[in-house]
């Protein structure tokens, strides 16, 4: 999307091939065969990168081929359930009624919407449909959304999402999309909701049968195995990105957490490698962002205590709240940061936080990927000598707040 | 301001003497002797804090005590000048002809008025007269305003001054503030400018004179000497705030560095030392932020490259402007990063930041905070799992572009 296929070959000199699927690795000749519609090549390589992705994991649902549903996996299954939006909502189309009964059942379509998966892309499509006048059901397995997320930062943005149109069924299995060739409703454990389209966003797995048939190992996360240089097993041949795991900073264990920094940095990591400086990647954190509605929060690290307490650590966790601003400095906010640490060593495990929009809880957690990273504990982390001004936090930034309190509770 | 005395005496049980002007230290016999009014009282100590904070530096120019002239050390010097202000203001006051000749004079004060001083009190009065329709002067001695933020930072503020009213006056020595009772012009190396009020802030030092009256000792950088537990020379005696001196995080060298945050951490942590649980209060980084106008910048660490290498350290300065969001993400703006390191190990010494107000300049420099506390190369920092989404940055936050820039021109 940001660079064109043109781009790449004519000012990156890069033998790009669009609609060429890899059918085979063959790591005894270093070949790959891709077919192109009838046409089959082969190629032959010195060094190789599966870079295959993730594809998206569907729950055991009926009805997901019925017209109106759309699974979340990849860009093109992001951009279809807005043309198809589109189409209905353009005027032009609404004055043509022969274009096929996906459009006219489209003419009316402003909702209900249901969208099936509480997670990143389930509350950002909330959102988008939301701010597009649409009125949302989404249904959620476990108790709380955004389960990455602290507890605290779950419920944070849970609470005003009533307000914004968007209704959250928690503790909801879907069992049915139902309908006969458009989809009409979704029946879950306690709701029977009428819908008139359905999102499908619970989760990505690695797309790893290509690796797998080539006999490249996975690791226990079900993703490529690699050494830190994003070497598999097969000597020249690595992994980067979504297919791959990484390691992860704080327990040093394989992670499988697929977000796009990791994988631009693995990828280019294995570039610098495969030209003849060979660079780690870096491990992974876990960090992520997301911004909802009038709220950002973002997370870092190990929150979770099965987590924390398989890697050895005795977790605590506590959430404070504090002003984003000095308290006389107009249009404040409300900084909510969530910490864990291991009791007994003081160390920072994981951070959650979520502000306003503009507040800062996204950029305000650079500090704690940092904190993570070096595995410090949360006494040195209270004497950090962070910025202060009144028009971006207390003297004490929110994150010093929450250090302070939760270290005083060892 | 935040807490009346009141609420000291009563709902913390601090026995807090308002007026009583401390003229004595003995500590021989572990007295202090306060004056007030007329009396004079003399107070026993098991442990005693000198936390006499900093006092304005007034550069020799003629003029000082003219009407109109207002030097800003403290919190009154800050409310003066705008009671002076508000007072030509009120409608009632102009209606007033009788209440002397400051406030005859102040009838018609809509500036231009005059600041001596590019540090950030003189750059944030500037804003907060600007903003009240005042024209400004600004003088600065050196060539460039704001010289603890990088080069770029500092250009980078200056450049919009002239949209909103300020005049930066740089290279320029102040040599009297001209008039009889009221000042009326400022006449500096290059210029003669017209001016209805001046303020003056050109830094502070250590107020020591008591401390050194009772045999404390002072540091190289003429504020007090403590150890990390803010101890002086004199056994139960401590310091802390803006007249002691604090270890920099990077050199581990004593930094005279009077700032807000450092000297609420120092002294809370020789409290927690006096009531029985020994606690240092950290380092400073020497981290500072500023908002101006319509932007926000923030900087950390060592940035000048003489200061870098008397600590025995190769500096090298790179400067990189960024994205403050995702291309195609509505209203984002520009984030400047200008990172220092160490040539050789790549250590991470200073950083500095400046965006629109808003766009996370500020709390994006919580990772260098972190980076330049726990020594890290800029290799490190390029790896770290920053936060990603499109509402807050690309998929490299402008601080990683910066660390990939810098660590590839080493």
């Not at 992705?53 to 990849?74: H, N, Y």
């Not at 999309?177 to 879950?188: F, P, Q, W, Y």
């Not at 996204?362 to 004497?383: C, D, K, M, P």
């Not at 950090?384 to 060892?410: C, E, H, M, S």
Request: glycine share 10%; charged share 25%; hydrophobic share 35%.
């Amino acid at each position: 999307m940001s660079i064109t296929p043109e781009e790449f070959r004519q000012e990156r000199d890069i033998d790009l091939r669009t609609e060429h699927e890899v059918v085979n690795i063959d790591p005894a000749n270093r070949t790959v065969t891709a077919r192109s519609g009838d046409e089959e090549i082969v190629q032959e390589y010195d060094h190789l990168l599966v870079a295959t992705g993730a594809e998206a994991v569907l729950p055991p649902i009926d009805g997901f081929d019925r017209t109106g549903v759309f699974t979340l996996g990849s860009m093109s299954d992001g951009k279809d359930p807005w043309e198809y939006v589109g189409r209905a909502r353009s005027e032009e189309d609404l004055q043509q009624p022969d274009r096929g009964p996906a459009c006219q059942f489209l003419e009316s379509c402003t909702g209900p919407v249901g969208i099936v998966g509480g997670g990143y892309i389930g509350i950002e499509m909330a959102e988008a449909l939301a701010a597009n006048g649409f009125e949302i059901h989404l249904f959620q397995r476990g108790d709380r959304i955004l389960k990455q997320f602290s507890t605290a930062t779950s419920k944070a943005i849970l609470d005003p999402l009533d307000e914004q149109n968007v209704v959250v069924h928690l503790n909801a299995d879907v069992q049915a999309l139902e309908g006969d060739d458009e989809v009409t409703a979704i029946s879950a454990t306690n709701d029977y909701v009428p819908v008139e389209m359905v999102l499908v966003g619970t989760g990505v797995r690695p797309r790893t049968a290509l690796a797998e048939d080539a006999g490249i190992q996975l690791g226990d996360t079900g993703a490529i195995a690699t050494d830190a240089y994003r070497e598999t097993n097969l000597q020249n041949v690595y992994a980067a990105g979504d297919c791959a795991k990484a390691a992860h900073v704080v327990t040093g264990d394989p992670a499988y957490i697929p977000l796009a920094l990791t994988a631009n940095r693995h990828g280019r990591a294995v570039g610098q490698t495969i030209a003849g400086e060979p660079t780690e990647g870096g491990g992974v954190a876990g960090t992520a962002a997301i911004k909802t509605f009038e709220l950002e929060a973002a997370r870092t690290g190990i929150l979770d205590h099965e987590i924390a307490r398989d890697a050895g650590f005795d977790p605590i966790t506590e959430t404070i709240e504090a002003k984003s601003r000095a308290g006389y400095y107009p249009e404040g906010g409300t900084v909510q940061v969530t910490l864990t640490i291991d009791r007994s060593s003081g160390r920072v495990l994981g951070g959650s936080l979520v502000s306003e929009y503009g507040e800062g809880a996204v950029h305000r957690s650079h500090a704690l990927v940092g904190a993570v990273t070096e595995g410090i504990t949360v006494g040195e982390l209270s004497n950090y000598d962070l910025a202060y001004a009144p028009p971006f936090n207390t003297t004490w930034d929110p994150i010093l707040t929450a250090a302070k309190v939760i270290d005083g509770q060892r």
